[in-house]
């Protein structure tokens, strides 16, 4: 019964504000036609067999986006060095399942690869509409790289991160493998910094002046928290293991897809002044906060 239970109370007041977003769109309507690169269609054909092989080429994918400045290199410049250092953890002995943890991060990375295979081939029909709004957003290479970023961790995190716990399985020892997956928050949350300098470093110098302005969204940031989407993760998980009746499966499923995808299309189109959005990314490029903004008081002055 705990099971169900935890199906009832899935949908609190700001989730529910992100599915009813998603219910107005239809994330595969505003996607560009586009050829498939056929180097990036044989660097994710094939499925990871293991830790090592997922991270080398996962780095060998972004080393290739960002070779031609395909913005969709962002989230993989994040996500490689969080394999990394959950590969260098279950060497440390950190988990108590380390077998599990590799096949969980083997999983895991498995989620991303179709997703991005699927969208670069054009079958859309195939890719999860979290994974559209962040690839399509990502090529076209109009935002800025916090909603790049925010998106791929949406999409991975509040999306395949709960699928892909139900699919390597929570059971048995239940409570060891949610301490390993809470041990992941650790792993994590030592990575802060280093990821906030590799973005300024490879895509935006004002990358912190933009944080700061971009942070104060704090209903977007809230939900796409690392910590905070994890959780929800293992939540779902208990949910799609515990739950016998299909029909709740089904509306389980529902309530993930369409929260994460409201929630990327409320960090894709946030509710700001588009004007805004067009200073901070003069800033990401290294423009100074306060030119910027000097910059946009100006046109906001000017005579209409």
């Not at 031609?68 to 962002?74: E, K, P, Q």
């Not at 060095?81 to 599990?100: K, L, Q």
């Not at 590799?102 to 999983?107: D, I, K, L, W």
């Amino acid at each position: 019964m705990a099971g169900y239970a935890t199906l009832l109370r899935l949908l609190d007041a700001r989730r529910l504000r992100a599915a009813g977003l998603a219910l107005r769109a239809d994330p595969a309507a505003t996607v560009r036609p586009r050829d498939p690169d056929p180097a990036l269609v044989a660097a994710a054909e094939t499925p990871f067999d293991s830790v090592e092989d997922a991270f080398h080429r996962l780095r060998d994918l972004e080393r290739r986006l960002r070779e031609t400045g395909d913005r969709r290199a962002v989230f993989l410049t994040i996500y490689t060095r969080m394999t990394a250092a959950v590969r260098d953890a279950i060497a440390d002995g950190r988990f108590t399942d380390a077998d599990w943890m590799r096949r969980y991060t083997v999983a895991f990375a498995d989620y991303y690869r179709r997703a991005f295979l699927a969208f670069e081939r054009g079958d859309l029909d195939a890719v999860p509409d979290p994974w559209i709004v962040a690839f399509s957003t990502a090529v076209e290479g109009s935002a800025l790289v916090a909603q790049d970023a925010f998106l791929g961790i949406n999409a991975h995190i509040n999306y395949d991160l709960a699928l892909t716990l139900h699919e390597v399985g929570i059971d048995p020892d239940r409570r060891r493998k949610r301490a390993d997956h809470r041990e992941i928050d650790a792993v994590l949350a030592a990575l802060i910094d280093a990821q906030q300098v590799a973005l300024a470093d490879l895509y935006a110098p004002g990358l912190a002046d933009v944080d700061a302005t971009f942070g104060r969204f704090d209903e977007a940031l809230s939900l796409f928290s690392m910590t905070g989407g994890r959780a929800w993760a293992w939540r779902m998980a208990t949910v799609l293991t515990d739950v016998g009746w299909a029909p709740a499966r089904r509306y389980a499923r529902w309530v993930l897809r369409a929260t994460a995808t409201g929630g990327a299309l409320f960090v894709r189109s946030p509710p700001v002044d588009p004007r805004l959005l067009a200073a901070l990314r003069r800033v990401e490029r290294g423009i100074t906060l306060d030119d910027a903004l000097t910059r946009l008081g100006e046109r906001l002055d000017a005579p209409r």
